[in-house]
Structure formats: structure tokens, C-alpha cells
């Protein structure tokens, strides 16, 4: 069945310094999601990705989806405490069904 | 807008007893409500799709007898896990699809957890 990878699984940076996180599917996607968890919390909806070679900002955040719609990136420039969480991407193969990837835990030091 | 809340926020129950978890959607109509588990520091894994007034659809290795769901109005699905065990200990989820149109096609919104704990 599909599957996404998803790397690192886990990073500790300095406050101002940059962060990425890399999904891979084994499989060709229609789009996919990113979302965010904050500790104890639950996950929620960051972005989703459609069209292929897709590059999306929100302000300090670019995702991009991969040309061949298998792969995407969350890139967080200049990283602030505020960005401490669980990123998670998830890919959606057909209909409405969402495969997360396992994470992506992001520490921020001060 | 987009609320999904879940009740109860966490269960300590005893091995051999059910549970039942809510999750509903507090302002906005939801076709498709989605169930997840998430053990410490793992992913979310997709244990069934619901369509209010239709069966579930199960992912493969998840029991069916033993995590019943219904989905009875646009509003409310709800997850019971039967004769539950110290394995079935976990993080449950719930997220609710809107209806085409309200919000970005796909997007899920997820209820804050249940936390259950079997003795």
C-alpha cells in the first residue's frame, strides 16, 4: 500500500537558524498536506499542494511539491520558539484519504 | 469556523469494558468524518473513513466488532471500543471533511484527542 516517508525525524536548532523537513510517497500523489501539532495538542491544517512543481508561502513557511508529485518540503526560515511542534506531511494517493508521514519534531532553542 | 470537538478528553476504563468517543463538528456540516490513533510520539494512523448514513470503511488490521462506528447525523460520528485491553490504549482522533464548496477541498480539521487508558 502507499507509503510516506518522511525525514528527519527529529531536529534541534538554534532560534534564527533555518529548518526542513522532506516527505517522500511511494507512490504518485493528487496532493498533499501539511500539518502542524503542537505538544498535547492536535494536529492542524497548514497547506495542501496540488499541481506539480507547486512552491506555496506563508510568510516564514515554503512548501513545495515535487515535479514528479511524489515528493515535498516544508522549509521554516529563521526559526522562532513560536515554530516548536510536530510537522507532519500527508499524502492523498485518490480520494479523501489522508497517509501521514511519521513527523518531523522541531525543537527551537532560545 | 471549523471546529471539531471530541468527547471525553480522556477515559480510564477496565479491561473488558466498552467505551464510546463523540466526535462532532460544532459549525459546519461534515460528509466525511475520519478516526485516527496515534500511540507517544508516532504518527497518526487512519483507522476508518465514516460517511454519515453509510457504513465505515475499515483500514486493513483494524477490527471492525471491535471499534464500532456511526455516523448518525452530518454533525456527530462517534467511535466505541468494545470489550477494550491494555493494547487498545491510545490517542484517538477524529477529523471532519466539510461539504464541497465551505472550506479547501480535502482539508481535514481535527478534534482536540481522547486519551484512553485500559486497566
Known amino acids: 500500500g502507499q507509503q510516506v516517508m518522511q525525514i528527519p525525524q527529529y531536529q534541534h536548532v538554534q532560534e534564527g537558524e533555518d529548518f526542513t523537513t522532506y516527505c517522500n510517497s511511494s507512490t504518485t500523489l493528487s496532493n498533499i498536506q501539511w500539518y502542524k501539532q503542537r505538544p498535547g495538542g492536535h494536529p492542524v491544517f497548514l497547506i495542501q499542494l496540488v499541481k506539480s512543481g507547486e512552491v506555496k508561502k506563508q510568510k516564514r513557511l515554503t512548501f513545495q511539491f515535487g515535479e514528479a508529485k511524489k515528493n515535498s518540503s516544508l522549509h521554516i526560515t529563521a526559526t522562532q520558539t513560536t515554530d516548536v511542534g510536530t510537522y507532519f506531511c500527508a499524502g492523498v494517493e485518490y480520494g479523501n484519504k489522508l497517509v501521514f508521514g511519521a513527523g518531523t519534531i522541531l525543537r527551537v532553542k532560545s | ?119
Open chain 2, 1 to 119: 469556523g471549523a471546529v471539531v470537538s471530541q468527547h471525553p478528553s480522556w477515559v480510564i476504563c477496565k479491561s473488558g469494558t466498552s467505551v464510546k468517543i463523540e466526535c462532532r463538528s460544532l459549525d459546519f456540516q461534515a460528509t466525511t468524518m475520519f478516526w485516527y490513533r496515534q500511540f507517544p510520539k508516532q504518527s497518526l494512523m487512519l483507522m476508518a473513513t465514516s460517511n454519515e448514513g453509510s457504513k465505515a470503511t475499515y483500514e486493513q488490521g483494524v477490527e471492525k466488532d471491535k471499534f464500532l462506528i456511526n455516523h448518525a447525523s452530518l454533525t456527530l460520528s462517534t467511535l466505541t471500543v468494545t470489550s477494550a485491553h491494555p493494547e487498545d490504549s491510545s490517542f484517538y482522533i477524529c477529523s471532519a471533511m466539510g461539504l464541497a464548496g465551505t472550506h479547501v477541498v480535502g482539508e481535514q480539521f481535527f478534534g482536540p484527542g481522547t486519551r484512553l487508558t485500559v486497566l
